[in-house]
């Protein structure tokens, strides 16, 4: 029941088969999803991706076209929202304005007509560091502490799933980096299962155990954030989770340990491990490298590269100085690469039209299938 206690060890939730149509428009195609209990899980995608509609199917804010919805074990399809072990916080947080922030963290029990609610919403207040707040309304509060007493409000009732639907969305950009620590540290406190819908990559790795990366109603890809990140497998997750260079390069050979590979007319190598595409020599394959998995080296001092690198020779067509690293984009045969580089000296930095030997380990670098269109 919705009022069941707070289950430390947090609560499954599966997804079997679950599709939503909209007349002939299929917003979330069938979809399977495991969710371990305890866990953050993030859903994340581009807008109209069907996170949202997933997110409120197992709400049961929306009906399912086919399939079930399971928490616990225990199909709650059929169920109402407030029948059902889970509570969610929006992006607009819905406070009450008229009610103070006590009153609105309390307003679960006491709807409950649970009498002494002192206890109990003193420590929401502390778990969301809002105890010395309780008697100011919610406008005399700043955006990140309204989304806080939006999460106290939903804990208040125990739920054993926390659903957040974009709910830093509001927020500027430092306040949301804040409330992303804020909220894994909530969730980690109290341990059940918060499953989040974000269309912001940064958002979903900061957070989640686990990320399924959603397109076009499908999900392309499932896994830890570090995962998905090293070995994406479709150009979507490549360019979705931070930027990939994709280079088309043509299979020469598959027979050892390495797939060796040629670009324009360079050699590359793919440890076979990295690449989950199937390669045949004489077709083509896609090479991703991350750019700041490359190293520039002056074409003068290529002799002191190490052995066992890929080599591209370039030149900079361009440098910019971002704080954090400088972006190059460089002109090769395997076509315009970036490279971001750490920790330049002003002095040392590479300025346009300078010639480099591009270099990197190729078990950094990762094979996809090159019939999908690069995005
Ligand atoms: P956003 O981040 O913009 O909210 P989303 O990934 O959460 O996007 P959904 O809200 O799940 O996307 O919507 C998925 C698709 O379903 C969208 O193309 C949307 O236009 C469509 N859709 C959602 N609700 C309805 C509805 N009630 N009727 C028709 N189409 C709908």
Not at 323 to 333: C, F, L, R
Request: aromatic share 6%; charged share 20%.
């Amino acid at each position: 029941t919705a009022t069941a206690p707070t289950d430390s060890s947090g609560t499954d939730v599966r997804l079997t088969a679950i599709s939503k149509r909209y007349g002939s428009f299929t917003a979330v195609h069938p979809l399977d999803l495991a969710i371990p209990g305890g866990s953050f899980f993030a859903l994340l995608g581009a807008s109209g991706c069907g996170k949202t509609t997933t997110l409120r199917m197992i709400a049961g804010l929306e009906d399912p076209t086919a399939g079930t919805v399971e928490l616990g074990g225990e199909d709650v399809t059929g169920l109402p929202p407030h029948k059902r072990p889970v509570n969610t916080v929006f992006q607009n947080y819905a406070l009450f304005p008229h009610l103070d922030i006590y009153e609105n963290v309390a307003f679960g029990l006491r709807r409950r007509g649970i009498k002494s609610v002192k206890k109990q919403v003193g420590d929401m207040l502390d778990l969301v560091q809002l105890g010395d707040f309780a008697r100011r309304k919610p406008q005399q509060l700043s955006g990140g502490q309204q989304q806080r007493v939006a999460v106290a409000r939903a804990l208040i009732n125990h739920p054993q799933v926390l659903l957040l639907d974009e709910p830093l969305g509001a927020l500027d950009l430092k306040l949301r980096r804040q409330m992303q620590l804020e909220l894994k540290r909530i969730q980690t406190e109290v341990g059940i299962t918060f499953v989040h819908v974000t269309h912001d990559q940064e958002e979903a790795m900061t957070m989640a155990d686990t990320v399924a990366v959603m397109n076009g109603g499908r999900v392309e890809q499932l896994g830890a954030p570090a995962d998905l990140y090293e070995m994406p497998r479709t150009t979507f997750v490549a360019n979705f989770l931070g930027t990939s260079n994709l280079i088309t390069a043509d299979v020469l050979d598959t027979t050892g340990a390495d797939i060796l590979l040629r670009a324009g007319d360079t050699k590359l190598a793919l440890p076979a491990t990295r690449c989950t595409a199937t390669a045949r020599a004489g077709e083509k394959l896609l090479v991703g490298i991350r750019p700041e998995k490359i190293t520039l080296t002056h074409a003068d001092d290529a002799a002191d590269v190490p052995e066992g690198r890929n080599r591209v020779p370039g030149r900079i067509t361009q440098s910019s100085f971002i704080g954090v690293s400088t972006q190059y984009q460089v002109d090769s045969p395997a076509g315009c690469l970036s490279v971001y580089e750490q920790n330049i000296e002003r002095d040392s930095r590479l300025t346009p039209g300078a010639e480099v030997l591009l270099h990197w380990n190729p078990g950094h670098s990762f094979g996809l299938d090159a019939a999908q269109s690069v995005e």
